[in-house]
């Protein structure tokens, strides 16, 4: 057990919706509690791997990986990153029918990932997939070294200048098959040993620090932009308004019920194991 004293590693992502959310903790904006905070910046994928094995505190998980982890984890009320009509998304250099994508070698940034267990739900098929960091995923598309390539964080805006074509949506396919549900693609987590009063308290500070971002949005995008990989401002401010918002505050019914469809389907098909979600109270 962690004394008292020892910080409170909370691990994100290297992109600018997370950055958004995080942006009054590291500027010590919010009240952190009598623990040090320690910001640990990983990709989706890593984290997800961290958190199977307990690392962290407090993580940025894919929702998809939050199946494995319900036994050591409790899921944050807040912190979402919902695809509401829109996701990640598969693209290739020419365009074709999604069908085909069954017989192709697609570029993923990890198997724990949200993308890709929507991704397999939606063919309703194995996939002929290659791990690949998701920061290089639209080069190695680009470069002819993949036929496809499953494209999360800002690669759902600037696919296009590099004359790719989309493929398929993944969050816009989801609100159809579920007939209006958004995709919940990443949310937080915390550690169940901290105790109780410990997961409220961090989970208050999160939502504290997520209602300053949104209410303070000019300072808290030029903190974020620095995160993104070659956004120009107005692009930065989308793709922070798709991914962090009032839903990202709570998850609310809608979201929570979304969470469960997911998993359940996850669980129907063989890809995950059926959990009972753990929510901080």
């Not at 496809?148 to 609100?175: C, Y």
Request: net charge negative.
């Amino acid at each position: 057990m962690t004394t008292s004293t020892a910080p409170v590693r909370i691990g994100h992502s290297p992109d600018p919706d997370d950055a958004f959310m995080y942006y009054a903790i590291a500027k010590g904006l919010v009240d952190t509690g009598p623990r040090p905070v320690e910001q640990v910046l990983e990709d989706i994928e890593s984290l997800n791997r961290r958190a199977l094995a307990g690392e962290l505190e407090v993580t940025a998980v894919s929702i998809h990986a939050y199946a494995h982890l319900a036994d050591r984890y409790a899921l944050m009320p807040c912190g979402a990153s919902m695809g509401d009509g829109y996701g990640p998304i598969v693209v290739a250099r020419t365009s074709f029918p999604c069908e085909r994508l069954r017989s192709r070698t697609i570029a993923i940034p990890g198997t724990l990932t949200s993308a890709y267990l929507a991704l397999r739900l939606f063919l309703q098929s194995e996939v002929d997939f290659r791990i690949v960091p998701f920061d290089r995923i639209l080069d190695e598309v680009a470069e002819g070294r993949v036929d496809a390539g499953l494209v999360i964080h800002e690669g759902q805006l600037t696919f296009g200048r590099m004359g790719l074509h989309k493929i398929a949506d993944l969050g816009l396919w989801w609100r159809e098959h579920t007939g209006g549900l958004p995709l919940p693609l990443g949310g937080n987590a915390v550690r169940k040993d901290l105790g109780a009063d410990t997961m409220r308290g961090l989970t208050r500070m999160y939502r504290d620090s997520i209602a300053y971002a949104l209410s303070h949005r000019a300072e808290a995008l030029a903190y974020a932009k620095g995160f993104g990989r070659g956004l120009d401002d107005p692009t930065n401010d989308r793709f922070v308004g798709m991914y962090v918002n009032e839903m990202t505050l709570d998850y609310g019914d809608r979201g929570r019920r979304a969470i469960a469809r997911f998993l359940q389907e996850g669980a129907a098909a063989g890809i995950v194991p059926r959990v009972d979600v753990s929510w901080v109270a």
